[in-house]
């Protein structure tokens, strides 16, 4: 009778136990998705500011393009000034020479009796009152007279080409100088978007280091949880009794109902940096040795093993459906077996490209993934 009590008080301590590290479990399993939530926001954050930052970079490319346009403009302005320059000066000294050369002729006439030119020319300031007094004109020879008014005009029209070339040349520096200035506000936006993505990325690797400590303690507790399903006999070393489910509405049932859900379908941080990101299941973290149950009856197509997945077992619903089972521990079943609902065919383990003991289980219709979430 004493006996008996003492076996009823272990059991219920053991099923007490049970209770609370499932709660615990539980617990983690909301805090690590949390994280993990964090994490993907935080990614996103990151590949936005990124974004934006490649485009500040591209305009700012394209400014500097413009700049350096820009200045090849301004030189070759700049070389067209001085050439106009040159032009204008050979001009003026061409004008000056035939106005002497005239001179010359004057002070010929005067010395040879004629003295209105000479008082003419002292009393003249400028070309142009010399050759408005009317009365001389008709005396100086013809092709005197049309050689400086055609050098006067030469000078005047480079020295309009000089202005214009100047104006120019002053536009292009004013642009050139707002350009520079465009340049100076997109590096002080791109330097202020890398410190933002430096924070960001900072703030990622603290949340990707929180999500790893509670990976280890979801295993911890996993681990904690399968010892006490061994002391109630729920695990062993080979396959246990089958699995009948209760409750549910989906064509699938729970594969492995000891474990808790530590990552679900869909987009997320790679999970130790060698996890996929694009994650086509869902992991079911739990100690190894875990039972693993045949989510719906059907034909075992592939029992195998690879690099990636470890050992792994696929089976056939009917009508395009089929479940995948990865990173096994054991696998109990073999290619072409007929399995039932809830047949153990594997146990969970860690091999294959995993972080931790889980099951990693698949749902394919017609040969593609899909949330395993639209059939349990």
């Given amino acids: 009778m004493i006996r008996k009590k003492i076996v009823s008080v272990l059991v219920a301590a053991a099923l007490v136990a049970g209770m609370g590290l499932q ?11 949390d994280a993990q939530n964090k994490a993907s926001q935080q990614q996103s954050q990151i590949d936005a ?16 393009s413009d700049m350096e346009k820009t200045q090849a403009d301004i030189e070759k302005k700049q070389e067209e000034i001085v050439k106009k320059s040159d032009e204008l000066d050979a001009a003026r000294i061409d004008e000056n020479n035939q106005y002497e050369s005239m001179k010359l002729r004057i002070q010929y006439m005067y ?14 300031k400028s070309i142009a009152e010399f050759l408005s007094n009317a009365e001389y004109i008709n005396q100086i020879s013809e092709y005197d007279r049309n050689m400086l008014v055609e050098f006067q005009n030469i000078v005047d029209k480079v020295e ?38 430096a924070s960001l ?21 996993a681990r904690l949880q399968q010892e006490a399903n061994n002391n109630n006999n729920n695990v062993n ?67 195998a093993y690879n690099s990636a997945r470890g050992n792994y077992v696929i089976i056939n619903h009917g009508d ?16 072409g077996q007929s399995v039932s609902a809830g047949k153990n065919i594997a146990a969970v383990g860690s091999t294959g490209i995993s972080t931790g003991a889980h099951l990693h289980f698949e749902v394919h219709v017609n040969g593609t993934p899909v949330d395993p979430r639209l059939y349990l």
Avoid: W
């Fill in 320 to 335: 395009g459906l089929s479940t995948l089972y990865q990173h096994c521990s054991a696998i109990y079943v073999s290619a």
């Fill in 201 to 221: 990325k900072s703030e990622l690797s603290e949340t990707n280091a929180k999500i790893s400590q509670l990976q280890a303690a979801a295993a911890e507790q």
């Fill in 111 to 124: 010395e040879n009796g004629n003295g209105q030119f000479l008082e003419t020319l002292l009393e003249s």
């Fill in 160 to 197: 309009k080409q000089q202005e214009e070339l100047e104006k120019e040349n002053a536009e292009l520096e004013e642009m050139q100088t707002n350009l520079q200035s465009q340049q100076t506000e997109l590096q002080t936006l791109i330097d202020t978007k890398s410190a933002e993505i």
């Fill in 23 to 33: 709660v615990n479990v539980t617990a983690k399993a909301d805090d690590l998705q």
């Fill in 237 to 303: 070393n080979g396959p246990v009794d089958d699995y009948t489910p209760s409750g549910g509405t989906g064509r699938l049932q729970n594969p492995c109902p000891a474990a808790y859900i530590s990552s679900e379908f869909g987009g997320r941080n790679s999970p130790g940096g060698i996890g996929s990101t694009n994650h086509k299941g869902r992991d079911y973290a739990a100690a190894s040795g875990t039972p693993i149950y045949a989510a719906a009856s059907g034909t075992v197509t592939t029992v």
């Fill in 49 to 64: 500011a990124q974004a934006e930052k490649d485009k500040l970079a591209s305009q700012l490319e394209g400014i500097v």
